[in-house]
């Protein structure tokens, strides 16, 4: 009848061949709506640089800066590009690095890192942070110091990266050092150095190296070398992303292994 509303009682299945319904009538089921927002989000993601950056930022650690100068930087290693050459993360490590060396933190930097994981033979990941301190030398036209920079190439892992640091610090007498990693490195990185230098104090009375955090601000990928793919601002954020939540997951691997 004209005019006259009606009710549609869900309680009640839907006769055959009548599409139900969309919960609040307008087209959407609640499924649907969540899926929508999260597709929305990540679009938002992929297109603001600065999203990416602030999620980061969750995992950095502000205000663990050493109090004065260091006696090592230490350097933690990154994958490489199937070349050999530093991706965007690992290239900004190395340019604090030969900066906060420039500024007095410290008087050597070690540079942590072995196999580039790209079935590259005789390129570390400390040899190709060497190359690139070297070419950051030359593009600020600054003289370069080799013997300021320390090869560490055996650790595959964050967890060894503190381990053989640990162990060259305690052969050369060191008492203090300072990290050098991405924001959303940060956090896992100290925890796991100062969980494993309380570890190697063997002898009764033995005091851990103090282990701080260099300040870094965010540094992406730029045109990520994903063979078969455009290179792209999208692909490189979606790298940067990725990032973030392949650290979430190494935070709980390593809480559950007692590693910080």
Known sequence: MSGTSQTIDRSKPPPSGETPQPVGGYGYSLQSCLWLSAAALFIGLLS??????????????TDQQPPGSCDAIIVLGYALSPAGVPL?????????????????????AVLSGAHSGTGLR???????MLTQARAVSRATAQPFNEEQWIKEEESTSTRENALYSLRLAQARGWSSITLVTNTFHQRRSLLTFRKAAAQLCLAPGDKPVSVYVTPMPFA???NYPLIGTAKTKQMDLLVDLWDF????????????????
Not at 48 to 61: C, F, G, K, M, Q
Not at 88 to 107: E, K, S
């Open 48 to 61: 603001n640089p600065s999203y990416v950056a602030r999620l980061h930022e969750t995992l950095a650690v």
């Open 88 to 108: 965007g993360p690992l290239a900004g490590r190395v340019t604090i690095a030969w900066q906060a060396l420039r500024h007095g933190v410290a008087p050597v």
């Open 122 to 128: 005789g390129m570390s990941e400390a040899n190709a």
């Open 220 to 222: 992406g990928h730029q």
């Open 245 to 260: 939540v392949r650290e979430l997951a190494a935070l709980a691997y390593y809480k559950a292994k007692g590693f910080i």
